[in-house]
C-alpha cells in the first residue's frame, strides 16, 4: 500500500516531514503531564493551567492558517525553522513564569505558535508540493505517525524526567529537542525552497480561494466535525493525567497510557492514509467518530483499573489523530492543493476551537464538580454529532480533484 513512497527521494521528503511533526506534536501532547507539578510547585490552579493550555490550543490552531499563508509566500523553510526556534524558547522560559499569565505566555502564546508552525499545515502543503499524486494519501499517513510517533516517545521520558529532575529540567530538556530537529527542514524542502509562484493573473488568488472555501458548505461540515475532534483531543491529553489520578492509580499509568494512544495512532494512521485512496474520506472519518463515540461509552462502565486504561488508550488511540489525513484529502479534493496549507490551516483553526473549549471546560469541571463526568458524556454526544455531519459532505473522487485553487 506504500508502493508509491518506494523511491528514495519520496521517502526522504516524507520521513523528514514526519520527524519535525514527531518532535512539534510530541512536546504539546504531553503537556498534561505537567499540570500537577507546575501546581504543586507554584500554588497555581488546575483552573489557571488550563486556562493557559487551552490558550495554547487554541493558539497552535490559529497558527496553522497563518503559517501556511507565510509558507506560501515565504517558503516553507523560514516558517519551519522559525517554529522551531520559538517552541524551543517556549518551552526554556516556562520554568521562570510562576503566574497564570506567565504560563500563557510561554505554553499558550510562544510553545503553541512555534509548535502549530511546524505541524500539520506547512509539513502536509510542503510535502504535497513536493510528492505525485498517487503518494500523498500514504505519504501523509507516515507524516501523521510521525506526529503519533512523538507522543509514544515524549509522554513516558518527559514522565520519567519530571520524576528524576523535577518539571523544570524536564521542560528545558524538552526545549532542546526543536534544535536537534532543524536539520530536517533542509531535506524536507531540498536545495531550493522557493515559494509556491502565483497562479498566473488567477483574480483573488488565496482571498478569493479562502472566501469560496468559507461559501462551500461542504467545507463547513467537514469544519464541524474536525471541531469535535479538537474537543476530544485536548480533553483527553490535558485532563486524562487527572482522571488518572482520581481513581487512585500512579502517574505512571497517565504517562503510558499517552504513550499506548500513540503507539496505537500509529498503526491507526498508516491504515487510514491507505484507506484514503480507496474509500471516501468522510466515510471514514464518519466510521472513526462513531467509534469514540462506542468506546467512550465502554469506558463509563468499565472498572477503573490499569488495564482499562490501557485497553482504551489502543481504542481510542487507532483513531487519535488518524482523522488529519481524510480530513486535508477532502480539502484538498475540493479546492486542489495551491492553497492547502492555508485551506487546510483554517480546518486545524476549527479544531482547535474545540480544542480550547475541550482543555478549559475540563479544568472548570473538575473545580466545580470534582470529576470530570460531564465531560465525558458531552465528549460522546459530540463524537456521534461529528459523524453524522461528514456524511452530507459532497466529495469529488480524487480523479476529479483540481489541482489549482
Not at 481524510?326 to 492547502?340: D, M
Request: charged share 10%; aromatic share 10%.
Amino acid at each position: 500500500m506504500f508502493r508509491a513512497l518506494n523511491r528514495p527521494g519520496i521517502l526522504t521528503v516524507t520521513l523528514a516531514a514526519a520527524g519535525i511533526l514527531m518532535v512539534t506534536m510530541g512536546a504539546r501532547q504531553s503537556l498534561g503531564l505537567f499540570i500537577k507539578p507546575i501546581g504543586e510547585s507554584t500554588g497555581l490552579s488546575v483552573v489557571s493551567i488550563s486556562l493557559a493550555l487551552a490558550v495554547g490550543q487554541f493558539v497552535w490552531g490559529l497558527a496553522q492558517p497563518v503559517a501556511g499563508a507565510m509558507a506560501e509566500r515565504y517558503g516553507s523553510r523560514v516558517v519551519l525553522i522559525g517554529g522551531l526556534l520559538i517552541l524551543a524558547l517556549g518551552s526554556a522560559v516556562t520554568p521562570f513564569m510562576g503566574t497564570g499569565f506567565g504560563l500563557i505566555v510561554s505554553l499558550g502564546l510562544l510553545l503553541a505558535a512555534g509548535s502549530g508552525a511546524g505541524s500539520f499545515s506547512v509539513l502536509i502543503g510542503a510535502a504535497a508540493g513536493r510528492l505525485p499524486l498517487e503518494a500523498r494519501g500514504a505519504a501523509s499517513g507516515v507524516i501523521n505517525a510521525g506526529g503519533s510517533f512523538g507522543q509514544f516517545i515524549f509522554a513516558p521520558v518527559m514522565q520519567k524526567l519530571i520524576q528524576l529532575t523535577g518539571w523544570m529540567g524536564a521542560m528545558w530538556a524538552m526545549a532542546l529537542l526543536p534544535l536537534a530537529a532543524l536539520p530536517l527542514v533542509g531535506k524536507l524542502v531540498g536545495g531550493r525552497d522557493a515559494a509556491a509562484p502565483p497562479p498566473a493573473r488567477e483574480a483573488g488568488g488565496l482571498r478569493r480561494a479562502i472566501s469560496e472555501a468559507l461559501r462551500n458548505p461542504s467545507y463547513l461540515l467537514l469544519n464541524a466535525g474536525f471541531f469535535t475532534c479538537g474537543f476530544h483531543i485536548a480533553f483527553l491529553t490535558t485532563h486524562l493525567p487527572g482522571e488518572i489520578e482520581l481513581c487512585g492509580l500512579p502517574p505512571s499509568v497517565a504517562s503510558w497510557s499517552l504513550a499506548i494512544i500513540g503507539l496505537s495512532n500509529i498503526a491507526g494512521s498508516l491504515y487510514i492514509g491507505s484507506c484514503i485512496s480507496r474509500y471516501r474520506s468522510k466515510y471514514v472519518l464518519a466510521a472513526m467518530y462513531a467509534s469514540r463515540a462506542a468506546l467512550i461509552g465502554l469506558y463509563l462502565i468499565a472498572p477503573r483499573t490499569d488495564l482499562t486504561y490501557y485497553l482504551f488508550a489502543v481504542g481510542i488511540g487507532f483513531t487519535w489523530l488518524a482523522t488529519v489525513p481524510p480530513t486535508a484529502a477532502i480539502v484538498g479534493k475540493l479546492f486542489g492543493i495551491r492553497y492547502l496549507a492555508t485551506l487546510f490551516g483554517l480546518t486545524l483553526l476549527s479544531h482547535q476551537t474545540g480544542g480550547f473549549l475541550g482543555a478549559y471546560l475540563g479544568g472548570l469541571a473538575m473545580s466545580r464538580f470534582g470529576d470530570f463526568g460531564w465531560m465525558w458524556y458531552a465528549d460522546m454526544a459530540l463524537a456521534l454529532l461529528a459523524a453524522v455531519v461528514n456524511l452530507p459532505i459532497r466529495e469529488a473522487p480524487l480523479a476529479a480533484a483540481p489541482a489549482q485553487a
